[in-house]
């Protein structure tokens, strides 16, 4: 049974949809889109998979919660976690306001720690877990427009090392995948380049979002129960 957040769409779909073709029984939950929502769970529920939607904003901690206790209520376990959703807003550093540098960690870092914590009652008295968190290639080498993407993302790196760390007696793995796709996010990243800097979208290829899946595809599994704490880079060309 596997939780993806940021599910409606690019990556994260891309990964339910993997996931359902695999048997998994899956919550979907997405904060704003229920049309998109609707729309990916028709396309898993195709591949005869058990799914569920909810629409949630994760940066707050009784919506995390809910979609914890939304999944156990259906199907009494939570086996996978992948914390996908996300949010990106181009600008220079000194045009990020207060409200927007807020809004990128609460929805990015926050939201992985409040759907983390959710779970891990679950994943704990069952004694198993795995939990999948998403940063970006900004936050180890820095990136112009996305200041406050990055540090969110540099947090969840640093969250992940820890949460693995205090989880392995649980048997929970906690890993960490940096993805490069084609995705909403990258192409807004683009023009906004291309508006600020002159670089043209062909001078950085992107790889589809299916291209990257095969990374969360092992955490998921069984074959990653005893590596815990990485970070996998995927995509970059």
Not at 60 to 71: L, S
Not at 114 to 120: E, G, P, S
């Amino acid at each position: 049974m596997a939780i993806v957040t940021g599910g409606s769409r690019g990556i994260g779909l891309a990964v339910a949809l993997a996931f359902a073709q695999e048997g998994a029984r899956l919550l979907l939950a997405a904060a704003r889109d229920r049309a998109a929502l609707d729309k990916a769970a028709t396309e898993i529920a195709a591949l005869g998979a058990d799914v569920i939607t909810l629409v949630a904003d994760v940066g707050r901690r009784g919506e995390a919660e809910r979609i914890a206790q939304a999944v156990n209520t259906q199907w009494g376990r939570i086996d996978i976690l992948v914390n996908n959703a996300g949010v990106l807003r181009p600008a220079p550093l000194e045009n990020i306001s207060e409200e927007q540098w807020d809004e990128t960690l609460a929805v990015h870092l926050k939201g992985t720690f409040n759907c983390t914590q959710a779970v891990l009652p679950f994943m704990k008295a069952q004694r198993r877990g795995k939990i999948i968190n998403v940063a970006a290639p900004s936050a180890l080498r820095g990136s112009y427009g996305v200041a406050d993407y990055a540090a969110a993302k540099g947090g969840i790196i640093a969250f992940t090392r820890n949460a693995a760390n205090e989880l392995k007696t649980y048997n929970i793995q906690v890993n960490c995948v940096s993805p490069t796709a084609d995705t909403r996010m990258t192409a807004a990243l683009t023009e906004f380049r291309r508006t600020h800097l002159g670089i043209a979208r062909r001078e950085r290829a992107f790889v589809p979002a299916e291209k990257v899946v095969p990374a969360f595809m092992f955490f998921a599994s069984a074959e990653s129960d005893y590596v815990s704490g990485q970070l996998l880079e995927i995509g970059r060309t």
